[in-house]
Nanobody
Framework: QVQLVESGGGLVQVGDSLRLSCAAS????????MGWFRQAPGKEREFVAT???????????YYQDSVKGRFIISRDNAKNTLYLQMNSLKPEDTAVYYC?????????????????????WGQGTQVTVSS
């Protein structure tokens, strides 16, 4: 069982930055693909970014188009922690952000962005961007 705990959310202004963290239980952390999803009120959970495991300590990063160039996903396997650096925040980034982990078999976008590809989820952290 993989346990995930997010932190770092908060209330910020348009254009500000935030860094989210996801602390994971050590079990096989480095072998899992780790990603971020978000869910705004009244909307479905959507993919934000992921680091897909390729082979030993090699990962490919993928992003949703709306966050490319603004968000950066990274991971520190020594600390069992996943990060999401969010810059130039916009009101439409307001959502609960979830950390997810799983064995993502498919390398196509549908595979890496689909919530069903991730078996483990955190409880979420709220990000609110005020204009």
């Amino acid at each position: 069982q993989v346990q995930l705990v997010e932190s770092g959310g908060g209330l910020v202004q348009v254009g500000d930055s935030l860094r989210l963290s996801c602390a994971a239980s050590p079990r096989a952390f480095s072998s899992y693909s780790m990603g971020w999803f978000r869910q705004a009120p009244g909307k479905e959970r959507e993919f934000v970014a992921t680091t897909r495991w390729v082979e030993n300590n090699i990962y490919n990063a993928y992003y949703q188009d709306s966050v490319k160039g603004r968000f950066i996903i990274s991971r520190d396997n020594a600390k069992n922690t996943l990060y999401l650096q969010m810059n130039s925040l916009k009101p439409e980034d307001t959502a609960v952000y979830y950390c997810a982990a799983g064995i993502v078999q498919r390398a196509d976008y549908s595979g890496i962005s689909g919530p069903r590809s991730y078996a483990y989820w955190g409880q979420g952290t709220q990000v609110t961007v005020s204009s």
